[in-house]
């Protein structure tokens, strides 16, 4: 394996009413989907996942080191895009909005987004093991991440991740391919 990047959207959290997404976690059924993923990933990639912090994201990742034998390492700028913690009825509209419209009121600008994204892939890119890279973040900032690495339509691409879902990024040919498609579609 070369140097690219495996881009893993988390497992479908339990959402909560009430509760900002950025604390929902992972149910028994996600985990088993986890275990799945961990078996589907290609062989010989780096041993270490990198994470977001965010519960879902770092669980996700936490199953797979767990089934690989690897270990994880958490960087806030994998989060997923910062946005006001209100629950939204039409939340699927509203984020084709924001990657349609380049932002939306209140919510991080897809720029800034980009920017922390690249800066983390590029840091675990730069370390010296050797395969490829796997992140395992969120479905907005890593349908922008990828946006700015591959040739994707957003907000088509992120559209159609599922939970959870893998796609790998051949760097420097803007080429993009899913290698997991699991669990459940996009509500």
């Known amino acids: 394996m070369g140097r690219g990047v495996i881009l893993v959207r988390h497992a479908m959290p339990q959402m909560r009413p009430g509760v ?29 996942i990198w994470s977001s912090p965010e519960p879902k994201a770092a669980e996700t990742a936490s199953i797979v080191a ?22 939204e009825d039409d939340y699927r509209a509203t984020v084709k909005r924001y990657l349609t419209n380049g932002g939306e009121p209140g919510w991080e600008p ?13 840091d675990a890119l730069n370390r010296p093991w050797e395969g490829e890279v796997v992140i395992s973040s969120h479905g907005i900032a890593l349908s922008l991440y990828a946006a700015s690495v591959a040739t994707v339509r957003l907000p088509q691409f992120w559209d ?11 760097m420097g040919e803007r080429s993009i391919e899913r290698i997991y498609f699991g669990g459940l579609p996009p509500a």
């Open 20 to 48: 900002a997404s950025g604390f929902w976690t992972l149910g028994e059924s996600a985990k088993e989907d986890c275990v799945l993923l961990a078996h589907a990933l290609p062989k010989g990639i780096a041993p270490v």
């Open 66 to 87: 767990l089934r690989r034998g690897f270990r994880v390492v958490t960087d806030a700028r994998l989060s997923e895009v910062d946005r006001p913690a209100t629950w």
């Open 110 to 122: 897809p720029e800034a987004v980009q920017a922390r994204c690249t800066a983390a892939v590029d």
């Open 160 to 170: 159609q991740l599922t939970f959870p879902d893998a796609w790998r990024v051949e």
